[in-house]
């Protein structure tokens, strides 16, 4: 069987995160739905409560922090629609995750690019 | 490690729960399949299993054919039943047993079996009925369940071949799981039997003897056997044997029957309840 | 005998994928019979409920009539169909005897026989 591994920066969602992370992926998903965004931007705390997020999942959302939330669980395709709601781009989480601005992981994804 | 300790076949018809719940149990038509059970209870209540691997087939509660799973595992730490359209009492929640489920979803899927792992599952008849059979009164709350259903109703669906193999895989997945959990896996499901078109109503007593015969002695002969060649034997239902035959594949080394009791027919079909114990493998 | 040839088995509409796409409308009908008030909107207006879920108008028809046989050839599922009977008050041995042109006395007693092995 293989054991999982240790990328750095990189968090697997593996059976024991999916597990941790159901009811923040569950909330997110949700977020397909126009009336469910309402909802949760209506009233942040009764919408955490209603999906009985973990006392960690509730803090990484109000902080709008990407990395505590794949810690607690957080699958990327679910976080995206967070992200989306918040009206961010991919490149904007990438530059939340990285510590770096959105124009500098913009150009940190194009230097890759080059040959 | 976790073991296995036996393993039982038992009907899962909704006609055996709404006799359960109206108190028929003693009557002329459900007294000889009832008079079946106090031995096998006795057996769970003595060996006293942790966990329960459930092998059935769900009949449109949690799946439709919009997406239809050719194997699914539950890997949740509880699961709910729900109204399934035509009046058998909805039950209390099942408890699961999530950590031992994820392992065994990942062993499955490093051995090849790509299933469909579900965190939530409402859980029909097809898992209720076969507790409630063994701890009467739904008294099977300190028991955990790990659900694992299989495509009876779409073809294509699995081949005995397969379902045998991965029993066999969860077999093996259980012996590689480190806490020491005591284990019995039950094959649910009817025997021969036809619901839909005009040869509904159709029974094959010898079949079913000769599979559970097999199912001791030699169950990679029923492996021979297609789902069509199931149908065709054994009535379209008849496919249903695959989950029996899954039950079987988690046993290994000499298989003894300690106890069996056929009785054909209840609603449609004919039931087979067998237990089944296993050489347990080497600590 | 064990090959995994498609065969036609008499009296026998195996549930493949032919059917399954056929079938597809009225099955999801069926499978919302799950829920009461699905139920209770189909009995109080069948064939707004039918148009609901763009069933063909044999399936309509099948469903109007009671029809199971007709349901199965035109793709239904006997597991979503077995809802539909439900809503009907119709049991296993109803729905048997519906099929077989029997009596539901007479189809119970085939089914007797076959469980001794008689038959």
Known sequence: MSQTVNIPGTIMLDGPMATKGYPLNKMCYSFNNAAARNE????EEAYYEKFKLTEDQRDAMRKRDVIAMLEAGGSIYYLAKFAGLLGLSVQD???LQTGMSTEEFKAFLVKQGEV | MANIIGG?????????ANAMANGLEDTPYWKPFFDGYPPVRDWLNEKKPDVIILFYNDHGLEFFIDKKPTFAIGVADEYHNADEGWGIPTIPPVT????LSWHIANSLVEDGFDMTICQEMKVDHGLTVPLNLMWPGHNYGHVKVIPVCINCEQHPMPQPKRTFALGQAIGRAVQSFDDDLKVA??????????LDGERAGIINREFDLMCLDKLVSDPEDLTKYSNFDLAEIAGAQGVELNMLIAMRGCLIG???????NYHAPISNTGSGLMLLEHTMPEK | MATNEKRDIPGTYLFDSTMAKKGYGLNKMCFSFNNQEARDEFNADPDAYCDKFNLTEAQ??????KDIIAMLREGGSIYYLAKYAGLLKLNMQDIGALQTGMS????????????????
């Open chain 2, 185 to 194: 896996v039950f094959g649910t499901g009817g025997m021969s039997h036809q």
């Open chain 2, 254 to 260: 000499d298989v003894k029957e300690l106890h069996r």
């Open chain 3, 104 to 119: 539901v006395e007479e189809f119970k007693d085939m089914l007797v026989k076959n469980g001794r092995g008689e038959v």
């Open chain 3, 60 to 65: 309509k028809k099948a469903i109007k009539e």
């Open chain 1, 93 to 95: 989480v990438g530059g």
């Open chain 2, 8 to 16: 039982i076949t038992t009907s899962h018809i909704p006609a055996i």
């Open chain 1, 40 to 43: 949760f931007k209506e009233d």
């Open chain 2, 96 to 99: 699961g047993e999530s950590d």
